[in-house]
């Protein structure tokens, strides 16, 4: 509790040894670069108000139960993580919810979930990574805004976040749009599932080469929205 680490920080857990093992890790602050990868933790993990100065890697985590980077408490949304380096999650394996309620992200550093897996719900709540990389991650719900009315703004800000990807890395990522599509589908939210949608359609028009082809979807989109 309120440990300060000044180098990196190594975590490896014996599976065998360590199944009901809860890390608890409210207050951290980690000046140097942090590396959870290959950790296993049998049960919660929670870093809630934990500071990570540097980058932060958690390529390959296992978590059995939920991973907080806010308070566990609906309601509280004091002392979230601060990230000011690159964040990474790249093969993660999470078998609750991922929670960064409150959290803050730097505008030049890459948040990635390439190829994560959340069991349960992804929820940003407040604020999405400025940059942000979903490629092959996977979900059951993603939570953008716990008021009704900011459900559409934070949407409109995931589309952006996605599309911002596309054109930095110049290539069309159709995976996390139609992860997105069929969870909002999922939680019986079928207008924003179809704004996903169009807005997958004419991102992919975008990149279209030929001439066609983006004719084509032109004039699907211009008779029907692609309907």
């Given at each position: 509790?309120?440990?300060?680490?000044?180098?990196?920080?190594?975590?490896?857990?014996?599976?065998?040894?360590?199944?009901?093992?809860?890390?608890?890790?409210?207050?951290?602050?980690?000046?140097?670069?942090?590396?959870?990868?290959?950790?296993?933790?049998?049960?919660?993990?929670?870093?809630?108000?934990?500071?990570?100065?540097?980058?932060a890697n958690f390529s390959y985590l296992r978590v059995h139960g939920a991973t907080f980077f806010c308070?566990?408490?609906?309601?509280?949304?004091?002392?979230?993580?601060?990230?000011?380096?690159?964040?990474?999650?790249?093969?993660?394996?999470?078998?609750?919810?991922?929670?960064?309620?409150?959290?803050?992200?730097?505008?030049?550093?890459?948040?990635?979930?390439?190829?994560?897996?959340?069991?349960?719900?992804?929820?940003?709540?407040?604020?999405?990574?400025?940059?942000?990389?979903?490629?092959?991650?996977?979900?059951?719900?993603?939570?953008?805004?716990?008021?009704?009315?900011?459900?559409?703004?934070?949407?409109?800000?995931?589309?952006?976040?996605?599309?911002?990807?596309?054109?930095?890395?110049?290539?069309?990522?159709?995976?996390p749009w139609i992860q997105l599509e069929t969870a909002l589908r999922s939680d019986d939210d079928p207008?924003?599932?179809?704004?996903?949608?169009?807005?997958?359609?004419?991102?992919?028009?975008?990149?279209?080469?030929?001439?066609?082809?983006?004719?084509?979807?032109?004039?699907?989109?211009?008779?029907?929205?692609?309907?």
């Amino acid at each position: 509790y309120n440990t300060r680490i000044e180098g990196p920080a190594f975590f490896r857990i014996d599976k065998d040894k360590y199944e009901e093992w809860d890390a608890v890790l409210p207050g951290t602050c980690f000046e140097g670069d942090v590396r959870f990868r290959d950790v296993f933790i049998g049960s919660e993990l929670n870093c809630q108000g934990a500071v990570f100065q540097k980058e932060a890697n958690f390529s390959y985590l296992r978590v059995h139960g939920a991973t907080f980077f806010c308070s566990p408490e609906e309601n509280d949304s004091n002392h979230p993580s601060q990230f000011h380096g690159k964040v990474d999650f790249e093969g993660a394996r999470l078998g609750g919810s991922l929670f960064f309620r409150g959290c803050t992200f730097p505008s030049d550093k890459e948040v990635t979930f390439k190829d994560c897996r959340i069991e349960d719900a992804l929820r940003f709540e407040h604020r999405i990574p400025p940059k942000l990389r979903m490629t092959g991650c996977s979900y059951k719900r993603i939570r953008c805004a716990k008021e009704e009315e900011k459900r559409g703004e934070f949407l409109e800000t995931l589309i952006k976040r996605l599309k911002e990807w596309e054109s930095a890395n110049l290539q069309f990522d159709r995976g996390p749009w139609i992860q997105l599509e069929t969870a909002l589908r999922s939680d019986d939210d079928p207008e924003q599932a179809d704004d996903v949608y169009r807005a997958r359609m004419r991102q992919k028009r975008s990149f279209l080469r030929s001439r066609p082809k983006k004719m084509s979807s032109w004039l699907w989109d211009l008779t029907s929205a692609y309907g």
